[in-house]
């Protein structure tokens, strides 16, 4: 399948693709770090907003999630912000689950694949 792109709703000139490109409309965008996320910083009218990658992605091709959920990267890697590697977790337990990644011994080592069901769309376990 090739490389989806959207518009980035309110800034004109500038896209987003499935792979978690971003373009002006001159160029690709080279991103930035911030606290380890891809990031980039858009322009229009006088305004400015420097936003993590992934979230430009989710927003651009499923919307704002849900009230109370956030932005996962299912891979764990803050610089992976393809689509399909993103996935909208309820905020308490996607605090709960990163608690457990950092600190594994107080959960067992419950694996990765015993909290994720891809048949669902849903992590099951929780504290």
């Keep these: 399948m090739s490389e989806q792109w959207k518009d980035i709703a309110d800034?004109?000139?500038y896209s987003v693709s499935d792979l978690g490109r971003v373009q002006?409309?001159?160029k690709i965008l080279n991103p930035c770090k911030s606290d380890g996320y891809p990031c980039v910083t858009l322009y229009h009218?006088?305004?400015r907003l420097t936003i993590r990658i992934h979230l430009l992605?989710?927003?651009?091709?499923?919307?704002?999630?849900a009230s109370g959920y956030v932005v996962h990267h299912k891979s764990h890697d803050r610089g992976d912000?393809?689509?399909?590697?993103?996935?909208?977790?309820?905020?308490g337990k996607h605090t709960s689950y990163h608690w457990r990644h950092r600190n594994p011994g107080s959960y067992h080592n419950v694996a990765?694949?015993?909290?994720?069901?891809?048949?669902?769309?849903d992590w099951g376990a929780s504290l």
Excluded at 112 to 121: G, I, K, M, Q, S
């Design 45 to 47: 009218e006088g305004k």
């Design 112 to 121: 990765l694949t015993e909290l994720y069901d891809d048949r669902r769309d």
């Design 57 to 65: 992605v989710w927003y651009a091709f499923k919307g704002s999630p």
């Design 24 to 26: 002006s409309p001159n």
């Design 81 to 91: 912000a393809r689509l399909d590697n993103l996935h909208a977790m309820l905020s």
């Design 11 to 13: 800034w004109p000139g």
